[in-house]
């Protein structure tokens, strides 16, 4: 089982960055696909999911209206399209896989906010 995460990096107050996870070893369709992320000094915490069932979606209040999470079964792979990006956002992103026992995590991507 691989979750490879891609798209960090450096970007000013306001831009935007697309996080990728690409999913290998298991059956990508039947997971729950979440992202997470965690600031220096802080807890984990939960900040997108992607249901396998019906397209839902959640997000955590404080990415409400500025970050999209999606997933392409057909690549495998699970998107955060973050928008109006904040230094607050600033923290390693992790992706996570969950379909009963099973909980995956990648090795997560750096998402620095600075001017």
């Known amino acids: 089982v691989q979750l490879v995460e891609s798209g960090g990096g450096l970007v000013q107050p306001g831009g935007s960055l697309r996080l990728s996870c690409a999913a290998s070893g298991f059956t990508f369709s039947r997971y729950s696909m979440r992202w997470y992320r965690q600031a220096p000094g802080k807890e984990r915490e939960l900040v997108a999911v992607?249901?396998?069932?019906?397209?839902?979606?959640n997000y955590a209040d404080f990415v409400k209206e500025r970050f999209t999470i999606s997933r392409d079964n057909a690549k495998n792979t699970v998107y955060l399209q973050m928008n109006s990006l904040k230094p607050e956002d600033t923290a390693v992103y992790y992706c996570?896989?969950?379909?009963?026992?099973?909980?995956?995590w990648g090795q997560g991507t750096q998402v620095t906010v600075s001017s």
């Open positions: 992607s249901s396998s069932v019906g397209g839902r979606t």
């Open positions: 996570n896989a969950r379909f009963g026992p099973d909980d995956y």
